[in-house]
């Protein structure tokens, strides 16, 4: 499915979250089966538009994730082609029952779209920061699992989803304006093997996902512009499945720093030690580099960011800390 090049544009000024909806409207005009469902969330995700296009096809459930995951998977297994989405911690946690047994052991095809998930949503304070979804979605089998980097990204996986028979999480992360990061086209993530950024290195490489990847090449790119040490980026936006390729195939890549927008448990960097083997002696040295184990305290986004050190000035000192070790 074609998609200008300037709307991509408009959609990265947006920010993932606003354009979801408008992704949507988007692919609902040549698919009758799409349904979406939000839980108080419309305007906020850009399903407004969606809904007065097609009020049939909508449904707000209020403030009540639970419920929109049970009836989301009612439409699911009446053939409808379900997208139900919420803020990040509410649709991860308080519907977990719901999603365990309706989508985990019943296999039913919904997409979740975990709305503003890190630390986006800091001036709501930490109630609203999306900071365990990858620990509780990642502990429930049969659960597909992605964080999209730009709008590119997002309209890819949104094609997929809607094509797709198998439940998927979709973990929304950043603000609006943006930095585009995937090549053109709009099937860039629908392979799910994780991919080279920045492949030079010397020895030293970060892996990464969802809106971190545009700040992590920024950070590689200021620690070879200071110290003249070439650090790889490798973009792992699919957590389930999750592909170990480019990351242990080669030997030459001794440490990697894996920066995410998530707790230190159960993201990015639990998964990738999960798939080292624990008998090879020549394995790289993981470093997860995230969210330590506290509640942050409400601010805006940026400040969220530089506060708990993911921010490119945070990253970078805690590069330039560990490689002093």
């Given at each position: 499915?074609?998609?200008?090049?300037?709307?991509?544009?408009?959609?990265?000024?947006?920010?993932?979250?606003?354009?979801?909806?408008?992704?949507?409207?988007?692919?609902?005009?040549?698919?009758?089966?799409?349904?979406?469902?939000?839980?108080?969330l419309g305007r906020?995700?850009?399903?407004?538009?969606?809904?007065?296009?097609?009020?049939?096809?909508?449904?707000?459930?209020?403030?009540?994730?639970?419920?929109?995951?049970?009836?989301?998977?009612?439409?699911?297994?009446?053939?409808?082609?379900?997208?139900?989405?919420?803020?990040?911690?509410?649709?991860?946690?308080r519907a977990g029952?719901?999603?365990?047994?309706?989508?985990?052991?019943?296999?039913?095809?919904?997409?979740?779209?975990?709305?503003?998930?890190?630390?986006?949503?800091?001036?709501?304070?930490?109630?609203?920061?999306?900071?365990?979804?990858?620990?509780?979605?990642?502990?429930?089998?049969?659960?597909?699992?992605?964080?999209?980097?730009?709008?590119?990204?997002?309209?890819?996986?949104?094609?997929?989803?809607?094509?797709?028979?198998?439940?998927?999480?979709?973990?929304?992360?950043?603000?609006?304006?943006?930095?585009?990061?995937?090549?053109?086209?709009?099937?860039?993530?629908?392979?799910?093997?994780?991919?080279?950024?920045?492949?030079?290195?010397?020895?030293?490489?970060?892996?990464?996902?969802?809106?971190?990847?545009?700040?992590?090449?920024?950070?590689?790119?200021?620690?070879?512009?200071?110290?003249?040490?070439?650090?790889?980026?490798?973009?792992?936006?699919?957590?389930?499945?999750?592909?170990?390729?480019?990351?242990?195939?080669?030997?030459?890549?001794?440490?990697?720093?894996?920066?995410?927008?998530?707790?230190?448990?159960?993201?990015?960097?639990?998964?990738?030690?999960?798939?080292?083997?624990?008998?090879?002696?020549?394995?790289?040295?993981?470093?997860?580099?995230?969210?330590?184990?506290?509640?942050?305290?409400?601010?805006?986004?940026?400040?969220?960011?530089?506060?708990?050190?993911?921010?490119?000035?945070?990253?970078?000192?805690?590069?330039?800390?560990?490689?002093?070790?």
């Amino acid at each position: 499915m074609q998609v200008e090049q300037s709307v991509f544009d408009q959609w990265d000024k947006l920010g993932l979250r606003a354009a979801y909806g408008q992704m949507l409207l988007h692919l609902a005009n040549s698919d009758p089966r799409l349904f979406a469902l939000s839980a108080d969330l419309g305007r906020s995700s850009g399903l407004d538009r969606y809904a007065s296009t097609f009020p049939e096809r909508y449904l707000g459930t209020g403030i009540a994730e639970q419920n929109m995951v049970g009836v989301a998977s009612g439409l699911a297994a009446s053939g409808f082609n379900v997208f139900a989405s919420s803020f990040a911690p509410f649709i991860s946690m308080r519907a977990g029952d719901q999603v365990r047994m309706n989508l985990g052991y019943m296999g039913l095809p919904v997409t979740l779209v975990g709305l503003a998930s890190g630390l986006s949503l800091g001036f709501l304070g930490s109630s609203h920061f999306g900071l365990e979804d990858l620990s509780v979605m990642g502990s429930i089998p049969g659960i597909e699992i992605v964080s999209p980097s730009d709008s590119r990204e997002l309209f890819s996986v949104l094609v997929y989803a809607s094509t797709s028979q198998k439940p998927l999480y979709i973990r929304l992360t950043g603000a609006s304006n943006l930095t585009r990061v995937s090549p053109e086209g709009a099937t860039s993530l629908t392979d799910k093997e994780p991919r080279w950024l920045r492949p030079d290195h010397d020895g030293i490489s970060i892996v990464t996902s969802g809106v971190m990847s545009a700040t992590c090449l920024k950070v590689a790119e200021s620690l070879f512009s200071e110290t003249g040490i070439s650090i790889g980026v490798l973009q792992a936006n699919w957590l389930r499945p999750f592909s170990a390729k480019g990351l242990f195939s080669s030997s030459k890549v001794g440490t990697w720093f894996a920066v995410e927008e998530h707790s230190i448990r159960g993201g990015l960097g639990s998964e990738i030690l999960r798939n080292l083997k624990h008998d090879d002696f020549t394995r790289p040295n993981v470093i997860t580099l995230g969210i330590e184990e506290t509640f942050p305290r409400g601010s805006t986004y940026l400040t969220a960011l530089s506060e708990n050190g993911l921010d490119e000035t945070g990253i970078i000192n805690k590069i330039k800390l560990e490689l002093k070790k």
